[in-house]
T-cell receptor
Framework: EADIYQTPRYLVIGTGKKITLECSQT?????MYWYQQDPGMELHLIHY???????EKGDLSSESTVSRIRTEHFPLTLESARPSHTSQYLC????????????FGPGTRLTVT | KNQVEQSPQSLIILEGKNCTLQ??????????LRWYKQDTGRGPVSLTI?????NTKSNGRYTATLDADTKQSSLHITASQLSDSASYIC?????????????FGRGTQLTVWP
């Protein structure tokens, strides 16, 4: 079992609210990722980080932002939630160089009403 | 365009039966192929990983095969159990980036009935 944690697991929130999804890993991995997954669909990369103070946007355009102030912590923030943001958000991390295995957290199921 | 296609989209089998899931990909240059199991409401968990030179890899009742020439992979599950009910996702990594870019299939939703 990978040591990567996400909170909250489930979140129902109203339109316009600011939310932060937390992701932490205790494996000392330098690379971390955020994916968005809708039911029955593939995972889409929305943000990634090579290390502290490094963040990049992924393939899927997202209105969310991320920060990487500490190696173990990679939070995702939505300044103003909308119903279109309803989805599952998965955090992952990997260590070493090149295409090493990514370990996934349990995910946050976000519903914006 | 780099893509990963999986079939069937969903599958129902009886407990104790075997099944095979398929994955076709166009990702290039190829680095490795992984099969993940994703339980409902959970993150994916890696089952097997195969590089270009490997054509089969087993993990308990799970056996994955890879044909890098035809860009096809399969995941065979033997003696299925109720706990095998999950989505099985084929993931291909390209070796053209230091990030280790992953390409995900949409998964095969497997349901095992008693």
């Amino acid at each position: 079992e990978a040591d990567i944690y996400q909170t909250p697991r489930y979140l129902v929130i109203g339109t316009g609210k600011k939310i932060t999804l937390e992701c932490s890993q205790t494996m000392g991995h330098d690379k971390m990722y955020w994916y968005q997954q809708d039911p029955g669909m593939e995972l889409h990369l929305i943000h990634y980080s090579y290390g502290v103070n490094s963040t990049e946007k992924g393939d899927l355009s997202s209105e969310s932002t991320v920060s990487r102030i500490r190696t173990e912590h990679f939070p995702l923030t939505l300044e103003s939630a909308r119903p279109s943001h309803t989805s599952q958000y998965l955090c992952a991390s990997s260590g070493g160089y090149g295409p090493y295995e990514q370990y996934f957290g349990p995910g946050t199921r976000l519903t914006v009403t | 365009k780099n893509q990963v296609e999986q079939s069937p989209q969903s599958l129902i089998i009886l407990e104790g039966k075997n099944c095979t899931l398929q994955c076709n990909y166009t990702v290039s240059p190829f680095s490795n192929l992984r099969w993940y199991k994703q339980d409902t409401g959970r993150g994916p968990v890696s089952l097997t990983i195969m590089t270009f030179s490997e054509n089969t890899k087993s993990n308990g009742r799970y056996t994955a095969t890879l044909d890098a020439d035809t860009k096809q992979s399969s995941l065979h599950i033997t003696a299925s159990q109720l706990s095998d009910s999950a989505s099985y996702i084929c993931v291909v990594t390209d070796r053209g980036s230091t990030l280790g870019r992953l390409y995900f299939g949409r998964g095969t939703q497997l349901t095992v009935w008693p």
